[in-house]
C-alpha cells in the first residue's frame, strides 16, 4: 500500500506542532518543569463541577440540540451583554462548540473556498493556517513587532488586504505575546474594514484575562463590526476548565446557521454535562475569575521582572498568561535556545517559531503554574544563562 498516493495532499502538508514537540519530550523526563502547555493549574470551581456531578446524577445524558442547550445559550448571550455589551439571539446567534477550537474550525469551514487569503497576525495561536490551508484557503500571515506591542495596526492589515481577502483573524489578547488591543486601536482597524467585504473570527478565548484597569474590549462592540465579526470564546482559561472541552461562538445569523450545520454532520452537540457545569459557570463564578486573574497578575510580575534581571528582555503582556521574552542576546536561535534548556536544565519552554516565522528569537513561557514552580524555573533559566556565557574551557 502506497500511503503516499493516498493521504490528502492539504493533511501531509501540514505541519505538526511546535507546542506539542517539546510538551512530548518533556513528558518523557524526570525532574522537568514544564512551562510549556497553556492549561490553568487551578481546579475547575467546585461549584461548576458539582452542577457537572448534580447533572449525572439527574441521568441529563443524552444529546442536546446541535446548536447547545437553550439554557446555555441564553447564559452566553446574557454574559456577552453584562461583561462586553455585546447582544445576541440566544437561539439564533449562538453556537456551543467543543472547545474553542471547534468553534475556529467551523467559522474557517463556513467562510473561506479554496483560493480565499486568511489574514493571520503572527505570532498566534498554532491553528488558525492549518485550519485555512484544509480549506484550501491561503493563509496570509501580518509580522506584529514588539515595538508595536505586539499589536496589529491599521497600516500593516491595509497592505496585506487583496481582492482574495476574506477573513482576518484577529487572535487578541494574544497567545503567545499577551498583546491586547484597546478600544482606540479597535477603531483603526475597524476603519480599515468598515468598507469591505471582509470578515473578522475574534478569537477571545482570554478575554477575561486581562490586567490593569482597562478590560478587554470586543471589536464586535465597535460601531460596523457586528455585522462582519464571529466572536469564538470558551470555558477553557477563564473558567480553568480545560478538560471540560467547551466552547463557543456568536455572530451574524447567516453565518452562525452555517457554522451549526458543519457541526451538526462532524460533532452532534457538545458534551452534555460540560454544557450543565457552564451553566453554572456563566451564572455565578464571576468571582473565581477574579481571583484566578489576581493570581495570573502576580505570577506575571515574578517572571516579567526575572527575565528582565537577567538580561532576556521582556515586553510586558497585558492579556493571556504568558510572556515572551527575547532570547538573541544568546546567540542562540529560539529552538536550539529550548532544546538546551530541556536537556541541559530541565525547563520546557516553547520556541517563538512555533508561532509563525516572525517569531524567531523569542520564547514563550506560560505563568499558568504555580509561584514556586516559576521561582525555581527562573532559578534554572538563570543558571542555563550563566554556563552558556562562560568562556570554554572555564569549569
Known sequence: MDYNKILSERAVAIKPSGIRKFFDIASEMEDVISLGVGEPDFKTPWSIRRAGIESLEKGHTWYTANAGLAKLREEIASYLKRR???????????LVSVGGSEAIDICI????????????????????????QLTGGKAVP???RGEDGFRLTAQQLKAAITPKTK?????????PTGAVMRREHL??????LRDTNIMVLSDEIY??????ERRHVSIASIPGMWERTVVVNGFSKAYAMTGWRLGYAAGPEPVIKQMTKVHQFAIMCAPTTSQYAAIEALANCDGDIEHMRDEYDMRRRLLVDGFNKMGLTCFEPEGAFYVFPCIQSTGLTSDEFCQKLLYSQKVAVIPGTAFGACGEGFVRVSYSYSIDHLAEALKRIERFLQEETLPDGQP
Open 142 to 144: 501580518i509580522a506584529t
Open 109 to 132: 469551514r463556513a467562510l473561506v473556498n479554496p483560493g480565499d487569503e486568511v489574514l493571520v497576525p503572527e505570532p498566534s495561536f498554532v491553528a488558525y493556517a492549518p485550519i485555512a
Open 187 to 192: 477603531e483603526e482597524i475597524a476603519q480599515v
Open 84 to 94: 462586553f455589551q455585546l447582544d445576541y439571539q440566544p437561539k439564533k446567534e449562538v
Open 167 to 175: 477573513l482576518l483573524v484577529f487572535p487578541f489578547p494574544n497567545n
Open 207 to 212: 478575554a477575561e484575562l486581562t490586567y490593569g
